[in-house]
Every structure is written in structure tokens, then in C-alpha cells.
């Protein structure tokens, strides 16, 4: 990627973009017919100046960082072009096309290394529009490769992106971590992609980020005080050990400062989503919302404190028939339970799809749904080692000032079922706040300036089973993994003796393989089987 002389120009596109959809934005809003014979005026104008230049000039052109960055302009021509009906505008925004970019994700070819993230995220939204008033295939392709290419061998656990704004190498996490990580209008950008993507293909994946990103980074991003000057929101979102969130960009107003305020306004935006038939509704995020589809006369009311809350109730305001599809996330391994006016609704629920209620509703209709969150941790593609702790939708982060690797073992009271809950010990009157090893584990969304520490280095040093200290050494294979990884990697199990047999065959596979002696496998099998286990 070529690199442009800020002392000579920085973005004129990018800062056209925010003037022509503030202008379509107002004629939206107000109907003023100025508003938008001035977006035209600039349209006309930018298709004059870009129409007469080479083709080869123009690709040179939007490679350039970050003189070429455009931003969200392809979108704001064709909304133009959607008022208008004028071909020279739908011209226009073809004109941006970044070929290279274009070509090679749509034939899955990552080409991301080196290039600025916020640069290249608006320009797929961009594609996904084209392709719906062009029809071309290309741009489809492009927009659903690219966003594989991000995740999640780009992404950070809070659904953030990019280390100093650009993108490395896929599967590089624990190497990009640093001061200047995701930033924030990554995942503002990241959102708008995966919503677009959904309404072309119901993907669960797409959803699934929507949720992390959402209830981890975008939350988080902004400060949990008021302040009457400053917006209180994140540039970047700095990962290293013991960082502090930075809510003041030293740099001035910065681009995050502006989608960090409008991030506010969009919390409901993807909640519910339709088919174009009005037969689907879907359910994409558990929040506390009201849904007034017009389209079918019914209301939905989502009552929850998700997700300090397990669960939500929709209730049915209105009637008629459409089926009600409820997203399972992926995370949901331990149980999704659906019931209709208090009566279960049998199917077999599968993490990372949706579950599908078909019926005549009728007013008063009520539908609880109930989640069980589990603790789980989530490995760094580039060193496992490196991990994340989730409970549930939450990232949760260790609050301590040490600016060096905090290390937690977490198998020590794992229960039969594989939740690793049990190690961690409540914090009274805190929802979502536990305490290992003496720190205040919280989540992430909540806007602090607490130094905190979102990855940390597991270690598992003994062989230690509910509670119980087995005095051996926890073997690890070549590639990283330990015997108490094999264990618990087959988790749930029925009962305790599902569990000690299991033990038994691992703790003989590794003698086998002389990882460990048959005096020191007999021991981990006997404190297995003394040792007592929460559920």
C-alpha cells in the first residue's frame, strides 16, 4: 500500500463523504429540496473531475493511505442514485472501485497484510450496496470472503480489529497485542458489515459477531460518566497487559469520536430483523426493546436484563401468523430452553443456528427464552496459552495494575459439566464481577479507567481435580496441550465414573506415549476418584 504526504493532502473523499450524507441525511429528515440539490451538485461535481482520468489513475488513487480513503461515500452515492434515478451516479460510485481489493476477495485470496483496516471495512459496505442496484456478483463475493478474512483470524476477543490500524498476518493475536488495538470505528464498521451480509445470507455467524462486538467493544468504548464537552469514547483500544482505556484521544477529534456517538443511537438496529415477505422474524440479540412492526400490525415487547440476566420474554401484541426464529448462540452449549404461555416448545436446539416457532399468535402471546451461561476461555490462534475469558456473551477482564502477564489455572473445581465456573468465586452485589486468585475479574463493557487486562497466560502447573492437589506435574505434548486440557475437552460428563474412566484411558494414553510414569498416572486416577465435583 502506498502512503500519502499528510502535508500535501490528506482524505478530500473521506471528508466529502461526511458532507454528502449529512445533506441526504437532511433532505431525508426534512424534506428539503436544497439539502439535496447541494449532494447532487457534489455528486455532478465529483463525477466530472473522476470520469475524465485514467483508469490506472484511479486505482493508484484509492490505494493510497490514507489520501485515498473514502470512506462510506459509495454508500452515500448510491442512496443519492436511489433518489435521483440518474445512471451517471450509479457510474460514479463505480468509479471508486479498488480492483485489486474487489478481485482478490472475491476469489479468496487474502491480501490484507500491511493494508489499513478503516480504510478497506467501508469499502465493502460500499460493494454489498453496488451489488444491490448492479446485481454484480463480484461485489457480493468480495464482501462475504473479506469479512472471513477478519473473522476471526483478525479479531480480538472484544470484536475489535487491526494493531495500530492496519491488519498483520491472519492468526496473529497474541503477537499483534499493543497499546493501539482495535480501533474503535473498526467494530463500528465491522457491525454494519455483518448486518449487511445477514440480510443477504441469515448466516449465524454474522449475528454471532454482532453480539461481541456490540456487548463487548462498542459498549465499552464509551466512558460510564457524563461530560458535557467531550464525547468520553475510544480511539483505540489498547490490549497489553494492565492497560487503561483512554476515553480522551490525546490526538484531538478523531474519526472514533464520531462513530463512538452515533454507536449510541444504533444499540437497537439489528435486535429484530424481518424477511421480505414479513413471514420471519428474526431475533438477533437478546436486549430490552420494543419492535412495532407495521408491516404485520403486531408489537413485540423484549423485557430483560440480559445480559446480567439469563434469559428474555417477547410478548405479543397484536396477532397473526409468522415464525418467530430465535438465535442460539454459538457460545450456548450448555442448554436453550424455549417455552410459549409456559409450555415447552420441543426441538433439539443447535449453538450457532436459530430455533424456529411457527404459529398463529395471538395478543398476549408470551415466549420466555432462557440461556445458561457457561465460563469458558477462548485461545489465541498464535499461542494458546494466551487466553480470554467469557461467560456467556461477557468478556471478562482482570482488573490489577501489574503490567505483566497475569497467570490464572482454572480446572482446579471444574464441574462435571466442563464449566470452569466453579474456580471463580462471586462477587456479592455485583452482577457479572468474580474473584480468582485474589483479582476482580469484570466485564469489559463497563466503561472504567481501572487498568485491566483482557488476555492472560493460563497456567495449570498440577494435576489437580475437584480441589484436590494430585502433588504431579500436568505433562504437556509438543504442541502445547496438557493432560487436564485432554480431560476436560470431553466434558460434560454424565457422572462422576463417566468422568474417572475417562481419566483412566488418558492418564494410560500418555504412559503409552512416556509422558508420564504408571506410578504418576496411578496418582492421577486415584485423586480423580476422590476428589468431589460440583455438577
Not at 473521506?14 to 441525511?25: C, F, P, S, W
Not at 472475491?106 to 450496496?129: E, K, V, Y
Not at 412492526?293 to 401484541?317: D, F, H, M, N
Not at 466434558?491 to 488418558?506: E, I, M, N, S
Amino acid at each position: 500500500m502506498t502512503r500519502g504526504d499528510y502535508s500535501v493532502v490528506w482524505a478530500p473523499y473521506y471528508t466529502a463523504h461526511k458532507i454528502m450524507q449529512g445533506l441526504l441525511d437532511a433532505h431525508r429528515e426534512t424534506g428539503d429540496r436544497r439539502a439535496l440539490d447541494l449532494a447532487e451538485g457534489m455528486a455532478d461535481w465529483m463525477h466530472s473531475r473522476l470520469s475524465k482520468l485514467p483508469a490506472s489513475t484511479l486505482q493508484r488513487m484509492w490505494g493510497i493511505f490514507s489520501s485515498g480513503e473514502f470512506g462510506g461515500l459509495v454508500e452515500s452515492i448510491v442512496d443519492l442514485h436511489a433518489i435521483t434515478g440518474r445512471a451517471e451516479h450509479l457510474a460514479l460510485a463505480k468509479l471508486f472501485d479498488l480492483n485489486r481489493l474487489i478481485d482478490s476477495c472475491a476469489a479468496g485470496t487474502d491480501i490484507l497484510d500491511g493494508l489499513h483496516a478503516n480504510q478497506h471495512i467501508p469499502i465493502l459496505t460500499g460493494l454489498l450496496r453496488l451489488h444491490d442496484s448492479t446485481g454484480e456478483a463480484r461485489y457480493l463475493a468480495a464482501a462475504k470472503n473479506f469479512w472471513g478474512m477478519v473473522v476471526p483470524t483478525r479479531l480480538y476477543s472484544i470484536g475489535g480489529t487491526s494493531t495500530a490500524e492496519f491488519w498483520r498476518v491472519p492468526g496473529v493475536i497474541a503477537g499483534t497485542l499493543s497499546g493501539s488495538t482495535a480501533e474503535t470505528c473498526c467494530a463500528y464498521n465491522l457491525l454494519k458489515l455483518s448486518r449487511m451480509l445477514f440480510c443477504h445470507q441469515q448466516d449465524p455467524r454474522y449475528m454471532d459477531y454482532y453480539e461481541r462486538a456490540l456487548y463487548n467493544q462498542v459498549l465499552g468504548s464509551k466512558q460510564d460518566r457524563a461530560d458535557a464537552e467531550k464525547p468520553l469514547v475510544t480511539y483505540f483500544i489498547g490490549l497489553l497487559p494492565g492497560q487503561v482505556r483512554d476515553y480522551t484521544p490525546k490526538a484531538g477529534t478523531t474519526c472514533c469520536e464520531g462513530t463512538g456517538l452515533e454507536s449510541a443511537t444504533k444499540y437497537q438496529d439489528t435486535v429484530y430483523l424481518a424477511n421480505p415477505g414479513n413471514t420471519v422474524l428474526y431475533v438477533n440479540l437478546y436486549s430490552a426493546s420494543t419492535l412495532t412492526w407495521a408491516a404485520k400490525g403486531i408489537t413485540v415487547t423484549q423485557r430483560t436484563g440480559y445480559p446480567a440476566e439469563q434469559g428474555s420474554t417477547l410478548t405479543i401484541s397484536g396477532s397473526g401468523k409468522f415464525d418467530l426464529w430465535l438465535r442460539v448462540p454459538a457460545w450456548a452449549t450448555d442448554g436453550f430452553r424455549v417455552t410459549v404461555n409456559n409450555r415447552a416448545v420441543r426441538q433439539n436446539p443447535v449453538p450457532g443456528t436459530y430455533f424456529s416457532v411457527s404459529r398463529s399468535w395471538t395478543h398476549g402471546d408470551t415466549v420466555r427464552v432462557e440461556i445458561p451461561f457457561r465460563l469458558r476461555v477462548e485461545r489465541a490462534l498464535d499461542d494458546p496459552a494466551v487466553q480470554t475469558l467469557f461467560y456467556g456473551p461477557v468478556n471478562l477482564v482482570a482488573r490489577d495494575a501489574r503490567q505483566s502477564w497475569l497467570r490464572f489455572g482454572l480446572y482446579r473445581n471444574c464441574g462435571l459439566s466442563g464449566d470452569l465456573l466453579p474456580s471463580l468465586t462471586p462477587v456479592a452485589g455485583k452482577a457479572l464481577h468474580f474473584r480468582l486468585d485474589g483479582v476482580e475479574l469484570a466485564p469489559f463493557f463497563e466503561g472504567t479507567e481501572d487498568p485491566a487486562h483482557v488476555y492472560f497466560r493460563r497456567a495449570e502447573p498440577e494435576v489437580v481435580f475437584g480441589g484436590t492437589g494430585s502433588g504431579i506435574a500436568n505433562p504437556v505434548r509438543p504442541d502445547g496441550r496438557t493432560l487436564l486440557d485432554e480431560v476436560w475437552a470431553a466434558a460434560p460428563f454424565a457422572d462422576k465414573g463417566k468422568l474417572v474412566q475417562h481419566v483412566r484411558a488418558t492418564a494410560e494414553s500418555w504412559r503409552a506415549a512416556r509422558l508420564l510414569t504408571a506410578a504418576a498416572a496411578k496418582k492421577v486416577v486415584d485423586t480423580a476418584a476422590a476428589a468431589t465435583y460440583a455438577r
